[in-house]
């Protein structure tokens, strides 16, 4: 990401973009970024009412209207994900924008003791609902002549570590689940396939896994979008398979 990189107030004018896990931190924080800066956001998620208060948000903030599909990705499966591409594309006739963000921690411990279950849930939600709702909203980003995906990555996504168990292996699948993709679509279609890292945010997640930490010393959700603006808009045209940092 360039740096100081500023986003264009129009950046997004008349584009759809789909957040996953828009009801809190991360994912908040960018429904309200893209809208602010046109676009029409698609708020998905687990829990309605934060869903709504970020609606609520964008709404107050003057941004076009957003819409809500809600999903929960630990027990979505392939028709949850075709019923939620029906939907987006029974409003839309396009979809310009997918960010994965959603995620789920899961245990914090040494795999000598992991559980089976919790590396299921967190396989699930990280990575293999990820596949199925790109699987499903394909047709919807082609009709745009300039989609950007986004998959959340993570520092321990790109270097294993100690005690991170299922949640860095899934972000390490995450990477590859992009790259396979990007090169499948580099010359065959105008989507372009990239990943972020956000670095330490100030967010539940993030507190719940440092709970040692001052969580005000790590940067806001806020202050890290200008990443997510770049890789979702054409200043990053031409870009695709790429691994970014937010910071
Ligand atoms: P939060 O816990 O604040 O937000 C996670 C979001 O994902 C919530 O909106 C949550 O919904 C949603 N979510 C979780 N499980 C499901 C599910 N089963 N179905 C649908 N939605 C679900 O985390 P962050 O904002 O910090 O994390 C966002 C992304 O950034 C994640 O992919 C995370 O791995 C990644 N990340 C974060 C870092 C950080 O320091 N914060 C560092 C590196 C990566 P609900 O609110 O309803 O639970």
New binding site residues.
Partial sequence: VPENYTAAPDLLTDRTVLV??????????AALAYAAHGATVIL????VE??EATYDAIEAAGGAQPAIVP??????GEEEAAQLAAAVGSTFERLDGLL??????GERRPLASASWKAWQ?VM???VS?QFLLTRALLPLLEASPRASIIF??????RRGRAYWGA?AVS?FATEGLMQVLADELENTSDIRVNSL??????????R??YPGEVPTD?PS?EAIMPAYLYLMGDDSAGITGTAFNAR
């Fill in positions: 996953t896990g828009a009801g809190d931190g991360i994912g908040r924080a998905s998620g687990r829990t934060k869903l999903l929960d990705l630990a027990t979505a994965h963000n959603a995620g789920m921690l849930d699930q939600v990280n609902s959340t990555s993570s520092g321990v996504g949640y972000k890292n956000p670095g330490a945010t100030n967010t539940a997640m993030r719940a896994a790590n959700p």
